[in-house]
């Protein structure tokens, strides 16, 4: 089994930063991708930014240029650097990794959420 465990959500003023980590543990051999995803109320989930284990990175069009990810491979870590936040940012934030379990199968695992809202 493999925990996906999420820190650093709160509350910010719009123009703030806020940098979120996630961190995997249990039976993993690798891990092929990590990523952030985000769910408003009443909205869909959707991808924020995804980074493979080659260093590639995909960023969602509404983020380019405010979000960094990046990731720690040695330990299992992703982060998601957020700056120039606006409300519509607002919203609970998902860990994702695609992982290769130690008995060699690829699974997904999302984390447990943490929120992330902009307000004044």
């Known amino acids: 089994q493999v925990q996906l465990v999420e820190s650093g959500g709160g509350l910010v003023q719009p123009g703030g930063s806020l940098r979120l980590s996630c961190a995997a543990s249990?039976?993993?051999?690798?891990?092929?991708?990590m990523g952030w995803y985000r769910q408003a109320p009443g909205k869909q989930r959707e991808l924020v930014a995804d980074?493979?284990?080659?260093?590639?990175?995909n960023y969602a069009d509404s983020v380019k240029g405010r979000f960094t990810i990046s990731r720690d491979n040695a330990k299992n870590r992703v982060y998601l650097q957020m700056n120039s936040l606006n409300p519509e940012d607002t919203a609970v934030y998902y860990c994702?990794?695609?992982?290769?379990?130690?008995?060699?199968?690829?699974?997904?695992?999302w984390g447990q959420g943490t929120q992330v809202t902009v307000s004044s």
């Open positions: 994702k990794a695609v992982v290769i379990t130690t008995t060699r199968a690829t699974t997904s695992y």
């Open positions: 249990g039976s993993i051999f690798s891990i092929n991708s």
């Open positions: 980074i493979f284990s080659g260093g590639s990175t």
